[in-house]
């Protein structure tokens, strides 16, 4: 493998510093650098922040990807071709619940086969691979436990930061770093089971057209690129928002086209951006999620938030025939037990093989019970 050289990083870093763009050749080059941590702290540091100042390009981004998909991804096989992933960048300004995963749940029970790929918290008190972890999922397990897991149960969970799914650099940069970066985009991307249908939240509306191209380019046929707001400030989510618009971009295919989702518009009432942050503690987070996907009535707008994440998902692969026909369709999921009952199938597949995932997640069922009929 070639080898790049001290001042031949180093003169990439200061083309970048100069606001001049990289091809997807150099941006591969430098970022193999990165994943065999060939350069000094310092430089590899300094390349990051340089990208970010200057504005990461659809190039630099798909040559990132490409060298952590190539170099740094322990990838699966024998998973269905539908098979599809929702996730958020992060770094986006308003912090909330967990809706992707909850998402997830309701498009897992509806048959679409789901395979997520998360991180654990790096600029949010609670990451995807927290939370589930604090339900009884196995997050440690091999990507191979994880694809049999969505085969079984039509859904699975790749940690992004476990060196047994990305077994090279990508955790080492990951767990040093605590401001937005290229990885965001590029990294999130990096899925084991390459799934060519996608729903991806944004934390920035100038990112929804960029990041619709990288998903082309990388094979991504179908695919909601979404941004939304939660005040009249203009803060953003990397969701679909109860709170306000929402700025969605529609890969399908080589086309792709704008349109917008208000809440009144699919049949929700627009909420307090309150009833949807983030909570103090992971236990908080734990219990309202369990509360949530199991129907139960007590956080009503994460139930919206995750009903109008999930109604868009269902439209998006055809279940459903509109948005707000996909919102009706996800809140019956949630009423039915139909969410909750895929989260213990999949509790007990992607699982810890004494049980005591199953044992965690009964003891937030009883808890979440008790604490409704106490109300």
């Keep these: 493998m070639e080898i790049v050289t001290l001042e031949e990083f180093g003169a990439y870093v200061q083309q970048v510093l100069e606001r001049k763009d990289l091809n997807r050749a150099e941006s591969y080059r430098m970022f193999r650098e990165l994943l065999r941590n060939t350069q000094p702290d310092l430089q590899q540091g300094a390349f990051l922040a340089a990208l970010k100042a200057k504005g990461e390009t659809v190039d630099e981004i798909v040559g990132a990807w490409q060298a952590i998909d190539e170099l740094d991804t322990v990838h699966v096989t024998g998973l269905p071709d539908t098979i599809l992933d929702t996730a958020g960048t992060g770094m986006d300004s308003f912090k909330t619940f967990n809706v992707s995963s909850a998402a997830a749940l309701i498009v897992a029970a509806h048959g679409i086969p789901v395979a997520r790929h998360g991180a654990r918290a790096i600029t949010s008190r609670c990451g995807t691979v927290d939370i589930m972890e604090a339900l009884g999922i196995n997050v440690e397990c091999t990507p191979e436990a994880v694809a049999r897991s969505i085969n079984t149960t039509g859904i699975g969970l790749f940690n992004g930061m476990s060196s047994q799914v990305h077994p090279g650099g990508l955790g080492r940069i990951l767990s040093q770093i605590r401001f937005g970066t290229i990885f965001n985009i590029a990294a999130s991307l990096a899925n084991p089971a390459r799934p060519r249908r996608a729903m991806r939240g944004v934390y920035c509306r100038t990112l929804l057209e960029p990041v619709s191209r990288v998903m082309k380019e990388i094979g991504i046929q179908r695919a909601l690129v979404v941004h939304g707001c939660v005040d009249e400030q203009g803060t953003g989510i990397d969701e679909l928002s109860v709170c306000g618009a929402s700025t969605v971009c529609y890969l399908d295919g080589e086309q792709t086209h704008s349109f917008e989702i208000v809440p009144e518009e699919v049949g929700i009432a627009r909420c307090s951006s309150s009833e949807i942050a983030a909570l103090e503690t992971l236990e908080q987070e734990a219990l309202r999620f369990f509360s949530v996907v199991s129907g139960q009535g007590t956080f009503r707008e994460c139930e919206e938030f995750t009903a109008l994440n999930a109604g868009a998902i269902l439209w998006m692969e055809g279940v459903s025939p509109s948005i707000s026909a996909g919102v009706s369709d996800a809140r019956h999921a949630l009423a039915t ?21 199953l044992k965690k997640l009964s003891l937030l069922e009883k808890w979440v019970l008790s604490r409704k009929h106490a109300g």
């Design 337 to 357: 037990g139909a969410a909750v009952d895929t989260l213990r199938a999949w509790c007990a597949s992607q699982g810890h093989d004494d049980g005591s995932g």
